[in-house]
């Protein structure tokens, strides 16, 4: 009995094929979907002796694009005003174009708005407290390292290198980034003296 359905199912698998090769070729069978459209298609031709013919009415439609905003151009500084800058937030013209941090507050308080774990709060108090001090306006006169982590140059931060949350908020990811986690950059820190 088994031997008969698998020979019926056999039978119907092979039979469609069979019966499309027994079937004679059209010579003018269309050989794709678009030559089957176009078999369909109608030619309309409309001749109206001393008739004006009126143009079929449309509906109508409008597109309305929306301008990009004209950017706002910056100013450029002049000389004068750079210098104007440098003298009202106590630098002198050779170092960092960066105000510096007047803002008060305290590391934990920073560390929190730039948002470092509780768990992560030691590793960064042990690697701040010997670059800077918790001091957020501590440049390095060598290197021009600024702020609390000592950021290379200091326009890698965004936003303003001496900017305590700025500058934890950039550190985090340079910590993750290159040592996996503040753990990561804390047990670096021990071995080299730097991170």
């Given at each position: 009995?088994?031997?008969?359905?698998?020979?019926?199912?056999?039978?119907?698998?092979?039979?469609?094929?069979?019966?499309a090769?027994?079937?004679?070729?059209?010579?003018?069978?269309?050989?794709?979907?678009?030559?089957l459209?176009?078999?369909?298609?109608?030619n309309?031709?409309?001749?109206?002796?001393?008739?004006?013919?009126?143009?079929?009415?449309?509906?109508?439609?409008?597109?309305?694009?929306?301008?990009?905003?004209?950017?706002?151009?910056t100013?450029?500084p002049?000389?004068?005003?750079?210098?104007?800058?440098?003298?009202?937030?106590?630098?002198s013209?050779?170092?960092?174009?960066?105000?510096?941090?007047s803002?008060?507050?305290?590391?934990?308080?920073?560390?929190?708005?730039?948002g470092?774990?509780?768990?992560?709060?030691?590793?960064?108090d042990?690697?701040?407290?010997r670059?800077?001090?918790?001091?957020?306006?501590?440049?390095?006169?060598?290197?021009?390292?600024?702020g609390?982590?000592q950021?290379l140059p200091?326009?890698k931060v965004?936003?303003?290198?001496y900017?305590?949350?700025?500058?934890?908020?950039?550190?985090?990811g340079?910590a993750?980034?290159?040592?996996?986690?503040?753990?990561?950059?804390?047990?670096?820190?021990?071995?080299?003296h730097w991170?």
């Amino acid at each position: 009995m088994s031997a008969l359905a698998v020979i019926g199912f056999a039978g119907a698998l092979v039979a469609p094929t069979g019966v499309a090769l027994a079937q004679p070729a059209e010579p003018d069978a269309p050989d794709s979907a678009y030559s089957l459209a176009l078999a369909d298609t109608q030619n309309l031709t409309v001749t109206v002796e001393g008739a004006a013919i009126t143009p079929v009415e449309r509906g109508a439609f409008e597109v309305y694009v929306k301008p990009k905003p004209t950017p706002t151009p910056t100013p450029t500084p002049t000389a004068a005003t750079a210098t104007a800058e440098a003298e009202s937030s106590g630098e002198s013209s050779g170092g960092s174009s960066l105000p510096t941090y007047s803002g008060g507050g305290a590391p934990a308080e920073w560390m929190a708005a730039a948002g470092i774990a509780a768990s992560d709060m030691q590793y960064v108090d042990y690697i701040v407290s010997r670059e800077s001090g918790w001091n957020p306006n501590a440049t390095n006169s060598s290197s021009g390292a600024c702020g609390l982590v000592q950021a290379l140059p200091c326009s890698k931060v965004p936003g303003n290198g001496y900017n305590p949350v700025d500058n934890l908020q950039w550190a985090t990811g340079y910590a993750t980034g290159r040592y996996g986690s503040w753990a990561g950059a804390y047990n670096f820190w021990i071995n080299n003296h730097w991170w």
